[in-house]
T-cell receptor, first 113, second 114 residues
Framework: GESVGLHLPTLSVQEGDNSIINCAYS??????FIWYKQESGKGPQFIID?????DKRQGQRVTVLLNKTVKHLSLQIAATQPGDSAVYFC????????????FGTGTQLKVEL | NAGVTQTPKFQVLKTGQSMTLQCAQD?????MSWYRQDPGMGLRLIHY???????DQGEVPNGYNVSRSTTEDFPLRLLSAAPSQTSVYFC?????????????FGDGTRLSIL
């Protein structure tokens, strides 16, 4: 069935390095993807989104890349900071059916000093 | 704006007890939803609403009821709590009508069923 999943459950990076968090999706009908950041004890917080008609979108220190050929999504964080330590979720919106979000299981990003 | 406010933040129930988790938003968002978050499973949609008076089931609706009498409030009811409902519950809201409207989440209710 359709699913949104993450390749790595935990990612450790050194402060100042770039981080890349990956996500695979299986439903080619999805037309909108979102990355969320969740800090301990908090709800998910919107980071960046991308439509399926785009390959790349940049925000402040973050870039999302979408490869529809292999159904792959990635989040790149430049110059990772301790405050970036959190769980990151990708989510997709399936066309129709109330535009419900389907979330992946999450990747824990740990920033080492 | 306070955003999305959930109460209570923590709750412990005994099996068979009933309870209502409250959710309110002050952003005049049409779309509201409830998710549960369990270890290793991400967030799963329980129920959602596209406006006052309209609700629909999500991925895991069994054991939960919702109502939407106002735009601001979207309570989630457990009629007879079961240990399998031990989880962290998140309420979210967004504007309706366009896909690219990110959801705003509350900080969650941590519920334990003994």
């Amino acid at each position: 069935g359709e699913s949104v999943g993450l390749h790595l459950p935990t990612l450790s990076v050194q402060e100042g390095d770039n981080s890349i968090i990956n996500c695979a999706y299986s439903n080619s009908a999805s037309d909108y993807f979102i990355w969320y950041k969740q800090e301990s004890g908090k709800g998910p917080q919107f980071i960046i989104d991308i439509r399926s008609n785009m390959d790349k979108r940049q925000g402040q220190r973050v870039t999302v890349l979408l490869n529809k050929t292999v159904k792959h999504l990635s989040l790149q964080i430049a110059a990772t900071q301790p405050g970036d330590s959190a769980v990151y979720f990708c989510a997709e919106i399936l066309t129709g059916g109330g535009n419900k979000l389907t979330f992946g299981t999450g990747t824990q990003l740990k920033v080492e000093l | 704006n306070a955003g999305v406010t959930q109460t209570p933040k923590f709750q412990v129930l005994k099996t068979g007890q009933s309870m209502t988790l409250q959710c309110a938003q002050d952003m005049n968002h049409e779309y509201m939803s409830w998710y549960r978050q369990d270890p290793g499973m991400g967030l799963r949609l329980i129920h959602y609403s596209v406006g006052a008076g309209i609700t629909d089931q999500g991925e895991v609706p069994n054991g939960y009821n919702v109502s939407r009498s106002t735009t601001e409030d979207f309570p989630l009811r457990l009629l007879s709590a079961a240990p399998s409902q031990t989880s962290v519950y998140f309420c979210a809201s967004r504007r309706q009508g366009r896909n690219n409207q990110p959801q705003h989440f509350g900080d969650g209710t941590r519920l334990s069923i003994l």
